[in-house]
């Protein structure tokens, strides 16, 4: 039986350092169609990534360590089991917060970094989240739960 492929995945990275996020952030502009990095609360990292084909969670894995530890010599260290998923093209648009049913951003938690591309046509368009980001999205928020409704 063959293994279960997809483009769409999402890697729990652990306490990865700044390093191996600009790492993967370098890697990520030229290797995928689309992609997030996401630094939350605690320091954890994860990368949301559309490559350009099908490949199984074992690959993947294999792909990011290898990466890691013998291109970047940076290596992960520990991950837990399941630190890899392959995601459906829904769940992946979910994630970037692309008009996806059920597609939601939360102000509850904390982001430190999130950097995001597209790729449209032959172009990119890579954006991030300025500096204060998550702290102004929590007052607005604190300020909406205290309006008073008619």
Known sequence: MAEETSRFFRAELGQATAQVEDRFQEWAKT???????????????????AGRDARSVRT??????SLTKNTWKLPLG????????????Q????????N?????????????RTHTAHTFG?????????????????AMLEALRTQQVC
């Open 60 to 65: 993947l894995q294999n792909l990011l360590r």
């Open 122 to 138: 032959n172009g990119r368009v890579i954006s991030q989240l300025s500096a204060g980001f998550d702290a102004r999205s929590k």
């Open 100 to 112: 996806a049913p059920g597609a939601t951003e939360t102000a509850e938690r904390e982001i430190d």
């Open 91 to 98: 769940e992946f648009a979910a994630a970037l917060g692309e």
């Open 31 to 49: 290797t995928c169609d689309s992609f997030r990095l996401s630094r939350h609360q605690g320091g954890k990292l994860t990368l949301y990534a």
């Open 78 to 89: 520990d991950l837990p089991r399941g630190w890899l998923v392959l995601l459906q093209e």
